[in-house]
């Protein structure tokens, strides 16, 4: 039997057989891992409550010939806590979860950036000291720049040409020249895309700062950025709050 330890967060479960749990979880070394909690559905499990979603813990899993298996489970930190009870934090937290999920599609690859984005943000979440919807868009500009599809906010998307430009092409990349502009193309007013470059940044004085109707737009830009290279919507995404707290 191979033993191996790591930290992961719990993105999701799934039920197997009467009383076993599939837990996916992306991981500080090892990606993302599929494995099965067994026992966890059963009132005298003690791991149970430990491998929930939005759970930061420390694993360790024995080699199964098809899936895993977790044989221990420790709490680094219970995230769920300070989430679960706000609308708000619990639909974007779902959102990041479920975005984490779709970005590490192979089992086993290190993302050690993605994983580091997801922790992050859900201790933003459950802190409560920023506006959940921002902490989202922030997540999700920084995901997609992990993932190779950062949008270009301050030069063409394709030829490079500084800006500002007004034109915007989410499947050009990005902000576009007069030159490279494709037919549909957004017209963002230029805040729109100071606000997006000041959350990929961190720069929260700045994007705290910005008005509701520039956080709405930004954001119909995020979420249409990231549908288009995932090739499919998030299903948690229309249900984020967008109204500032």
Known sequence: MSLYRDTGVVLRVQKLGEAD???????????????????????????????????????????????????????IDAFGAGIVGDYGRYTSACAVLETADRMSAEEGEPVLRLYLLVTGALRALADGVRDPSLVLDAFLLRALAFAGWSPALSECARCGDPGPHRAFSVHAGGSVCPACKPPGSASPPPEVLRFMAALAEGAWDVAERAPDGTRREASGLVAALLQWHLERQLRSLPLVERRRT
């Open 21 to 75: 749990r599939i837990i996916t979880l992306v991981t500080r070394q090892h990606g993302k891992v599929r494995a099965v909690a067994k026992g966890v559905r059963r009132t005298t499990s003690r791991l149970g409550a430990r491998v929930e979603p939005f759970a930061h813990v420390d694993v360790q899993f024995y080699t199964g010939r098809t899936l895993d298996v977790i044989t221990q489970v420790q709490t």
